[in-house]
């Protein structure tokens, strides 16, 4: 009897645990309480058409995040801004999934918002709005169990600039560039690339980047620290094939190991150090004993 208990024990806590982490990054930024209308904010977007965020799971666990409005070199529209809310939740509820590449569709990566719907939301309550939802829904992609890299060809601009570094990594295609030209809008970046750029690059070179609103091409972003690698392929089906290549060295094994391994960083990351080792410790209980754990333990890997 005794181990069947501790055995239906160690489940609930393992569940009451995956269930708390879970809540924590599916949490929102903003709610009412913060002025936020989500429900107002989705049906003004709603109006501005065109483009999509497609979504394709594949068996190795990686999936393909793909911005696609080529005409408009894949600057969102609304529905797109809606589209990838949808997304990430499906992302979220994906228990096979390792890791995640976001491109852009006809070899360039993202040239922000859609300017038809930013004039006709320039009202600074609507602003604010979009504000809030686009910082949320990029705030719960940077927080998912998932390994992500940003793949950019041509031009990470803007707001695609900043999607950029809700990633965990960007590889860059030669020729490409990242560049937060928010300084000649009169704007500053609005959906969390700021806060996000200074964890990446550190204070002075975010403060340069954005006030100079200057080009950042492959070789200064691997000196900044803000991209990994320069790829060699400068075509769709080669950068993809070469970015699959790169990411998979990282999600090698069972996506439980996997998203455990991205649960600690996140932790790691956000929260002040106590509440870390906590939360860290909690998701160490869920891989304890586990699967991968124990086979390991039968298979005793000597470490070279």
Not at 179 to 190: A, D, I, Q
Request: proline content about 3%.
């Amino acid at each position: 009897l005794f181990p069947e208990m501790a055995i239906s024990l160690w489940k609930n806590l393992l569940q009451t645990t995956k269930e708390r982490i879970l809540q924590w990054r599916r949490m929102s930024l903003y709610n009412g309480a913060h002025g936020y209308e989500e429900e107002l904010i989705k049906k003004k977007l709603q109006q501005f058409t065109g483009g999509s965020i497609n979504l394709s799971k594949e068996d190795n666990g990686i999936g393909i995040l793909t911005l696609n409005n080529p005409k408009l070199m894949n600057a969102f529209t609304g529905t797109m801004m809606l589209e990838l809310q949808e997304r990430v939740t499906e992302l979220e509820n994906w228990k096979d999934g390792k890791g995640i590449i976001i491109y852009g569709a006809g070899n360039t990566f993202c040239s922000g918002s859609d300017l038809n719907a930013v004039k006709a939301i320039s009202s600074s309550q609507d602003g604010m709005n979009m504000c809030m939802f686009m910082q949320n829904t990029l705030t719960r992609l940077m927080r998912l169990p998932l390994i992500s890299v940003a793949l950019v060809q041509g031009k990470a601009v803007g707001g695609g600039a900043e999607l950029t570094t809700a990633c965990d990594f960007r590889l860059m295609t030669p020729g490409s560039e990242i560049r937060f030209v928010h300084k000649h809008m009169g704007l500053v970046p609005g959906w969390g690339g700021a806060a996000r750029l200074v964890h990446i690059v550190g204070s002075g070179a975010a403060l340069r980047l954005l006030s100079g609103a200057a080009r950042v091409d492959p070789e200064r972003a691997l000196h900044l620290g803000l991209s990994e690698e320069t790829l060699v392929s400068s075509d769709e089906t080669g950068a993809l094939e070469e970015a699959r290549a790169w990411l998979s060295q990282y999600t090698e094994g069972p996506a439980s190991v996997i998203q455990a391994v991205k649960k600690v960083v996140t932790v790691g990351r956000e929260l002040p150090l106590e509440a870390a080792l906590r939360t860290e410790k909690d998701i160490f209980g869920t891989v304890w004993g586990g699967p991968a754990n124990l086979q390991a333990l039968v298979r005793r890997p000597k470490h070279k």
